[in-house]
Structures are given as structure tokens and as C-alpha cells.
């Protein structure tokens, strides 16, 4: 997802980076940190937990499974004992920042290795559970964050152009 920001006052903050561009540039990167990390934060915040995700015990003809956030699935077992299959990537911890600086300006990138997150996070893949389940899209949190990162942005920017 590519979110532009057209800079108001250009011709003033292309002055300004003539005058001190590695000052510049190392706010523009703070700005655009603070900015990933709005976004991350939104998504690696868990829903509530549900029924889904609770220990339960064997029930012949029941619902003997279970998700354990941060493991995998498990198992009530007739005997009494419980299986597992350790296969959580840790979705929400997994979520990480990136700032990149280059002659242009600046990129922040929100990404995840969690083969699963889009499944759980995307708009267009989220499945009907996690839909259900309230999970938030990296696409809804940076809907609910834009004016807040705007706000950074205009705050930063016109903070270097006033030097």
C-alpha cells in the first residue's frame, strides 16, 4: 500500500535542505519513523481473545481444538492429555519498521515474514474469522491513522522550512 504526501512549501523545504541536508534529512526520517511506528503498533495489537483460544477439555463429539496465540494449535485427547503443533509465526511480534533515506527523500516500510499475516491483516485476504474476530487490516489501521501521521508530517516539515 503507497500513501503520497504532497509537501506544501517545496520550493522553501528544497532551500532549506541546500542549507543543512544531513539535519534534514535526519528529521525526515524521525518523521517518517514515528509514522511506521503508528502503523505498526495498530497492527500487531491483538482482538480480544475468544472461545477459540481457550484450553478446553475432551468432549466426544465436541470442539476439542484450540488456538493458543504465540504456539499453535492444541488438542484435548480422550486420555486426558493435550496435543500440539507449534505453528504460530508470532504475528504480532513479527511486525517490524524500516526507514529508508535516498536523494528524493524518504520511504518507511511496515512489513511482516509471518506467511500467514494476510490471510489475518489484508483487506482483500483477510478471512471471514479474523474478520469476525475484529482483526484489524494494515489497511484500516493507516485509514484510522492518516490525519495523525498528516498532522506529523506538517508539523515536521514546517518546522524544517522555519530554520
Given amino acids: 500500500m503507497t500513501f503520497k ?3 506544501q512549501g517545496a520550493k522553501r523545504l528544497e532551500r532549506a535542505f541546500a542549507d543543512a541536508p544531513r539535519r534534514i ?3 525526515l526520517k524521525a518523521m ?3 509514522a511506521t511506528e503508528l502503523i505498526r503498533s495498530g497492527v500487531a495489537d491483538y482482538p480480544p481473545e475468544t472461545a477459540g483460544n481457550k484450553p478446553r477439555a475432551f468432549t466426544s463429539g465436541g470442539q476439542n481444538v484450540w488456538y493458543e496465540r504465540g504456539f499453535g494449535s492444541k488438542w484435548a485427547r480422550k486420555d486426558g492429555s493435550v496435543g500440539e503443533r507449534q505453528t504460530s509465526e508470532a504475528l504480532g511480534r513479527s511486525w517490524t519498521t524500516e526507514v529508508r533515506g535516498f536523494a528524493a527523500g524518504v520511504r518507511g516500510i511496515v512489513g511482516t515474514k509471518a506467511s500467514y499475516a494476510p490471510l489475518v491483516q489484508d483487506e482483500k ?3 471471514a474469522v479474523h474478520k469476525r474476530h475484529k482483526w484489524p487490516t494494515v489497511q484500516s489501521v493507516f485509514k484510522d491513522k492518516k490525519q495523525e501521521i498528516i498532522r506529523l508530517f ?3 516539515i514546517a518546522r524544517i522550512i522555519r530554520r
Wanted: charged content about 25%.
Fill in 32 to 34: 517518517m519513523g514515528g
Fill in 154 to 156: 506538517d508539523a515536521v
Fill in 5 to 7: 504526501y504532497r509537501v
Fill in 125 to 127: 485476504r483477510q478471512a
Fill in 25 to 27: 534529512m535526519r528529521g
